[in-house]
Structures are given as C-alpha cells and as structure tokens.
C-alpha cells in the first residue's frame, strides 16, 4: 500500500518510477535491470533488510542513490543507514510531495534528511566530539608519566594486582606498587581505579594477556 502511494504521488510529480521491489533480496536485481537514479529504501524487510541492501547497493559499479525510509527511526538508525550508505533518510509519515522534493534534491547530488533525522545526526556528531575531546584531554594527562609508569598503569583496565602487573612485565610487586603511586602523585588521582578509568578514556589500555 505505501509503495503503490508512493508511486501514484511521485508518477503525478513527474518522476519515473522504473521498479518495486517488495524485499530487500529482490533490490540489487531490480536496479541492475532497470538503472534508476535513486532507491527509496524500507529499513523493515523480512528475508533482507534495508540496511544490507544498501551496502549490497554501494558495491555496484555506478550505484544510485539512496534515500532510506522507516515508520519508526531512532537516532541509531539514522546514523547506522547514513553509514551504510544512504544519502538521505526521511520517515514514511512525511508528506509524500516532500518525499518527492527530497527525490529530485538526491538524484541532484545533495542529501535528504527530515528535522528528526538532522538532529539525530547532530547529537551523534556531538557526542563524538564530546568522545574525541575527553581521549584527547586524557592523553595530555597521561603524557605527563614516565613510559615505564605509563606501561604499567595501562594494565589498570584489566584489573589485574600488583603482583600480577609484575608478573607480566618482570617487575616486582614492589616496583610495581612504587611506580604505581608515583604515577597517581604526578596525575592527582587518589585511588588506582581512578587512573585506571583515565587510562582507558585515553585508550591506552594493555592488550589483554592470558595465562
């Protein structure tokens, strides 16, 4: 019922629609044959969903464009379909004439998103830089440490002992508690969890070791 809506009011806009697909398995077949310029795309398919779809559709020579379209879009589905490879992403309950506009804007070479869809973008850009800046910041920090204070302070993540931070770096356990606390002075941290979650901010965490 959506696509044959779709159709009626993008057909009545004066934009082709060359295909329907009903799943996202029949999509790549679909836009081999018929070469459109841009796929509406539906997130919520059974057998494959949109979002597979769309990168099946990036690795095509000369892929369309892509707007992706759902009933219900959080901010991890917005931004999850732009990295796919959507050029836009509006939601089925916008008015099907700015659906329309949004077509024309893609097959033109710009994006599409509604408001809901925008801010979701903005929020995750936001709090990527948020992230960006606390690793930076906990980096500057953690400079200030010796490189030996800064290797054993990096098995601080793991929760691995004195004695057991020791073991892994041939180092005794008094060595090790000594470089410890000299590293908490220099940083103005009080406890080994607090530096143990500057370390892992900063991502400089030990690989994990077994044994």
Do not use: C, W
Request: proline residues 4%; charged residues 25%.
């Amino acid at each position: 019922m959506v696509r044959r809506l779709l159709t009626t009011v993008l057909t009545a806009q004066g934009i082709d629609v060359v295909g329907e697909a009903s799943d996202g398995d029949e999509v790549v077949p679909a836009v081999a044959e018929r070469r459109p310029d841009v796929v509406l795309m539906d997130l919520h398919m059974r057998r494959t969903g949109g979002l597979e779809a769309i990168r099946e559709l990036r690795r095509l020579p000369g892929p369309p464009a892509v707007i992706a379209l759902t009933s219900f879009g959080t901010d991890e589905t917005v931004v999850a379909a732009l990295d796919a490879g959507a050029q836009g992403f509006l939601s089925k309950d916008d008015d099907p004439e700015h659906i329309a506009r949004h077509v024309r804007d893609v097959a033109a070479g710009a994006g599409a998103l509604d408001h809901a869809s925008a801010g979701a973008v903005i929020r995750h850009l936001s709090g990527s830089r948020r992230l960006d800046t606390r690793r930076t910041d906990a980096r500057r920090e953690l400079a200030a440490l010796t490189p030996r204070e800064q290797e054993i302070a990096s098995y601080l993540p793991h929760g691995l002992s004195n004695r057991e931070i020791g073991r892994q770096l041939y180092l005794s356990e008094s060595t090790v508690k000594a470089h410890l606390g000299r590293a908490m002075a220099k940083l103005g941290v009080g406890s080994r969890e607090q530096l143990a979650v500057l370390v892992d901010r900063a991502g400089a965490t030990a690989p994990r070791a077994g044994g």
